[in-house]
């Protein structure tokens, strides 16, 4: 009987992203989520007695800004070596062949396969395969599984495997594979990485995500970790999460539709703060709060969106680590406040006038030359994914969205007799 720990998807030194702007934010916890969750990994590894460690790519983010990155993932291994735990991994998008330049040799308990063609390393003792293969650049569009070897009969054979399946939202379709390629290799355990959000894609034979081990932003939600995998006899007898994340974030959905007063969604909003924060078990939490729903207030909390934010954030201080990311208003007017938008009313018409705009540049320098100059002067890494001056069409129908209420709130009257 043995057991080992399958993880994936470390973005060692990756940067959270959410709460740079908050000069009360826990910078710490920011800067060092990554290692602190991985120093968490080695930690339960050791303290499980585990056989080996599976690492299923993207263990960096990309190439090193210097070698610090690589030297302390060295001494982790070094402490797994000396509990006598080998690793075996492979690279994925972020950290293939051609993304890292800068290297250092690894330690002898550790095994990176290779990008050229699938390899098998061998566990003697324990009667284990484990096969895998590297991404050789960061777009692989090929079906790497083809090309893994046939599982040996008297082994307990692993893959390793940096894929994104069938597909996944929010991830490149990369290293696509189906279902019934994995089954034909007559593997007993398929560790795979790449998707970020832990899923058990089948139990006969056992293939799974194990997602992340620190969310990095507001779409990775929820706890993070690894697996721990149980073997006895040739079988599967026990697959068990371990939770590793060390700073968790939270979409936190509040109703205001029973509230009558701003006074009172204040205190949903805490009382929806502190569920939350029970929830996470004593770690930080980062929290974008979504307003949604009917309510009377609709116009008050359109009118008062940035104050109200304010009010919100501090509500979230109040509780100690809670930290909000962002306030999402999705409310809509209840129907005493629907007769104002009647359709032969003149709001209704500047509305469907707003509603009708549509951006026929792609970037807001386009629009306004002014912003091409401010533009000029922000650095590199502010202008790739999420460059704020190249807003997708989600940001501008969301953008169209804000225009109307605002309207609406300021012709209305906004809403002065709520409370």
């Known amino acids: 009987m043995f057991s080992f720990i399958h993880a994936a998807d470390i973005h060692l030194d990756s940067p959270l992203k959410g709460l740079e702007n908050y000069p009360d934010a826990p910078v710490d ?31 960096y983010d990309g190439d090193w800004k210097d070698f610090n990155t690589g030297i302390y993932f060295i001494s982790r291994m070094g402490r797994l070596r000396e509990a006598g735990i080998p690793v075996f991994m492979v690279s994925g998008n972020h950290d293939a062949a051609s993304q890292i330049t800068r290297s250092l040799k690894l330690p002898d308990n550790v095994t990176l396969f290779g990008h050229r063609i699938a390899g098998t390393a061998h566990i003697e003792h324990l009667g284990v395969a484990v096969h895998g293969q590297s991404f050789s650049s960061r777009s692989v569009m090929d079906d790497l599984v083809r090309n893994y070897p046939q599982g040996e009969p008297a082994l307990f054979n692993i893959g390793l495997l940096h894929t994104s399946l069938n597909g996944r939202p929010g991830h490149e379709p990369y ?98 703060f502190d569920t939350e924060r029970a929830k996470a078990d004593g770690r930080p939490l980062a929290v974008r709060l979504i307003v949604e729903g009917t309510t009377p207030l609709h116009n008050r909390l359109h009118e008062r969106q940035l104050q109200l934010s304010e009010e919100f954030r501090a509500i979230a201080a109040n509780l100690g680590d ?55 002067k922000l650095p590199p890494e502010l202008l790739g994914e999420g460059d704020p001056f190249q807003p997708g069409e989600e940001e501008l129908v969301s953008l169209r969205e804000e225009i109307k209420e605002l309207l609406v709130a300021t012709i209305a009257g906004g809403g002065r007799h709520e409370n």
């Open 29 to 59: 916890q920011i800067r060092l989520a990554a290692r602190r969750a991985f120093d968490n990994l080695i930690e339960t590894a050791i303290d499980e007695k585990v056989a080996f460690l599976l690492l299923a790519g993207d263990l």
């Open 175 to 272: 290293a696509p594979c189906t279902l019934d390629t994995l089954r034909s290799k007559g593997y007993e355990y398929w560790a795979l990485g790449h998707v970020h959000q832990r899923e058990v894609i089948c139990r006969d034979p056992w293939v799974v995500f194990s997602g992340n081990i620190q969310g990095r932003h507001i779409r990775e939600t929820g706890p993070k970790g690894c697996t721990l995998v149980s073997v006895d006899e040739g079988m599967v007898t026990a697959v068990v999460e371990r939770e590793l994340d060390v700073l968790r974030w939270a979409i936190c959905r509040v109703n205001p539709g029973f509230c009558g007063t701003l006074d009172a969604l204040c205190d949903h909003v805490r009382d929806a």
């Open 322 to 376: 809670v930290w909000l990311e962002k306030v999402v208003l999705k409310t809509r007017r209840s129907a005493e406040r629907r007769e104002i938008l009647s359709d032969d009313s003149p709001l209704h018409s500047l509305l469907r006038s707003v509603e009708e705009l549509r951006f026929e540049h792609s970037d807001l320098a386009g629009l306004v030359p002014e912003f091409e100059k401010l533009r000029s």
